[in-house]
DNA sequence: CTGATGCTTAAGCAATCACTTTATCATTCC
DNA sequence: GGAATGATAAAGTGATTGCTTAAGCATCAG
């Protein structure tokens, strides 16, 4: 059909959690420490270390360490492909939508007594 | 910060599943019925059954039951609502980087010669 | 060297998830 | 009425999730 890579799964996934999204939001403002993107959250550095895990496989998020901080950034290409899947599903059905109101149109004009109640 | 409706925990949370993904696609083509959106999938209908029931509270689904058959279509509503979380990221994180622009242009302007660091 | 800081690993645990099978219920067809 | 059809409800199960605590490692300041 449309789209069925894994990656999106991970994506999806990455974004379902309010802390992840928190930190997503977080990145949009700029780079960060693990320790900067932890201060706000009411858990524990390793918890927000799996996060930080997660949000990197779906590829949503990059670091990298110097010294002994790592400094994490937004990668906006998969959300950027993330947004095409959406922005392709309602497409899709707007798509449909057309061709229906077509089909009524033709409708109206063959046989233009008939009750097609919406356009 | 930008949102934390609990919704788009629902509405992200939906969209992980690969089976949830088929099932959306399906439906931007048209309504369907329960059994024909089960068709395709390699499971049992109750397992499909619990699939919908996500997607309902999600809002990224809505169904009404006619007779002995329950026929489902997609809410491009939320679908929209969803696609504007993850463009407003991307604008935030893009107006950051014109910021960042702007700061390197004055600074390239005022100070020709001098080391960048931190205004 | 010594201690503080920043991150990382590992193990454990309760809750949730994605199914399954089995058993119903309600509607339509003959 | 009785069988077929479409949709549900309920209970069970193994895997995954989102944390925790405790311990360990590497880097930097004094």
Request: charged share 20%; glycine share 6%; aromatic share 6%.
């Amino acid at each position: 059909m449309l789209n069925q890579k894994p990656s999106l799964d991970l994506t999806f996934q990455a974004l379902a959690d309010p802390t992840r999204r928190a930190m997503v939001e977080r990145l949009t403002l700029g780079p960060a420490s693990v320790s900067e993107l932890a201060q706000p959250l009411p858990m524990s550095l390793p918890a927000v270390m799996q996060h930080l895990a997660i949000l990197e496989q779906s590829g949503l998020v990059r670091s990298q360490k110097i010294g002994r901080v790592r400094t994490c950034q937004l990668d906006v290409q998969v959300l950027r492909a993330t947004e095409q899947f959406l922005s392709q599903c309602r497409f899709a059905w707007n798509h449909r939508m057309d061709r229906l109101g077509a089909f009524f149109e033709v409708a109206r004009v063959e046989r233009p007594h008939a009750g097609t109640d919406g356009r």
